[in-house]
């Protein structure tokens, strides 16, 4: 009991939250996420498990890091939407949402003999009607995520990294040339990094410092 109160009182701060910091959300794409999550129901408990999908503590690095984590994301959300559309269409994973969302949800009366064909125009509508709404968050992602010009290119440039041919022998032989240089490059960052933290901490004790009259 205390657990279910609890998960309720979280539910209402979240919405709380999201009402408060919702003005950069259209209010048809707000209305279009609360639709979705009637029909991917899970328990309260299931949600506020403290594992969130997406954690929250890169965006208390610098904006630079907190940029490139954003586009990251939303790269992650579109291929997350894909997925959800396809899955609509998918008999089996239909099932096993039904199944799921049972399980949180009210029982769905039985249908009566001689309304199947009812019953079929109903399930058609409803997948037409995820896949529309789906797709407008889609659009919505996308639209977003081309902002993010600058962090493209350098996940593009990450994702590379991840491609490089390590058993490569001419791959080695290059990469034993160009480490010099790079490791110069690397040295040099983390001391102008090192100098900027030393500047702000002492630009913060003058701050703080008393003046004397």
Known sequence: MVNTARAVVCLTLWLAVCQVRGSYIPPEMNKTIQ???????????????????????PLNGKMETKMVFMRAVLDTYEKLIERMKKQVSN????????????SVAPAVPTVAPGTDSNANAGAMAKES?????????????????????????????LKKLGDIKMDDMVVQSKALWE??????????????????????????????????H
Do not use: C, M
Request: proline share 4%; no cysteine; glycine share 4%.
């Open 129 to 157: 009607g995820l896949k529309k709404e789906l797709g407008f968050l889609l659009t919505k992602i996308t639209q977003l995520k081309r902002t993010y010009k600058e962090e493209e290119k350098f996940l593009h440039s």
């Open 35 to 57: 639709n979705l999550l009637q029909h991917y129901k899970i328990s309260n408990a299931q949600r506020f498990n403290g594992q969130p999908v997406f954690s929250k503590d």
């Open 91 to 102: 008999p089996h994973i239909a099932a096993t949402q039904e199944h799921s969302a049972s």
């Open 179 to 212: 480490l010099p240089w790079l490791y110069e490059e690397a040295s040099t960052l983390v001391e102008v990094n090192q100098r900027r933290r030393r500047r702000r901490r002492q630009a913060r004790k003058f701050k703080t410092r008393p003046q004397l």
